[in-house]
Each structure stands twice: as C-alpha cells, then as structure tokens.
C-alpha cells in the first residue's frame, strides 16, 4: 500500500502563494504518475496537474501560468507551487499517485488552502 501525505496548506491573502507538498511511501514513486485534485465546497473534484515519471506536465486551464506541479523523486515527494491566488482557489487539495503498472490509483486526505482578504 502506498501512503500518502499532504502538507502547506493554509490560510492566504489574495494575490499570496503557498507551495504544498506530497510526501509518499515505498519504492516506486519514480515510476508513478502523480498530480494534483481540488475539491470546493458543494463541487466536484477537479483537476489541477498531473506530472508523469519523465516530468512531463498537464494544467487544467484556470490554472495554468499561475500554478506550477513538480516532483523530485529522491525524495518521494512532488509539489504544487501556487502563485497570485485567488479567493476561487479555496479548496481542499488532494494528492494523487497512480501505479503505471496496474494503473491503481492512492490518495491522500487532503490539505485545505484559503484564499481569503
């Protein structure tokens, strides 16, 4: 099983930046795709990035230019650099590991960020 864990979440002034953080388990996490999911109240689960084992990077549009998905794999770890956030980017963000071998998807529980004046 693997763990997962997010971290940086937090409350913000508009036009602020926060950079979270997904700590994983185990000994497969240069091999898996990851990214980023966000969830508002009373919406749906969106996707904000996915990043794959080569760092080959998507962006869901209301978040590209501003938003930058990374992952340094000696460290089991990817994250999610937020810039110039808006009061639109309050969610809870989760973190997601896919395995490229059986394509199993693990998640996290998820960090609350606050953009809010």
């Known amino acids: 099983q693997v763990q997962l864990v997010e971290s940086g979440g937090g409350l913000v002034q508009p036009g602020g930046s926060l950079r979270l953080s997904c700590a994983a388990s185990?000994?497969?996490?240069?091999?898996?795709?990851m990214g980023w999911y966000r969830q508002a109240p009373g919406k749906q689960r969106e996707l904000v990035a996915v990043i794959s084992s080569g760092g080959n990077t998507v962006y869901a549009d209301s978040m590209k230019g501003r938003f930058t998905i990374s992952r340094d794999n000696a460290k089991n770890t990817m994250y999610l650099e937020m810039n110039s956030l808006k009061p639109e980017d309050t969610a809870v963000y989760y973190c997601q590991y896919r395995s490229v071998s059986n394509s199993y998807s693990y998640w996290g529980r998820g960090t609350q960020v606050t953009v809010s004046s």
């Open positions: 185990g000994n497969t996490f240069a091999f898996a795709v």
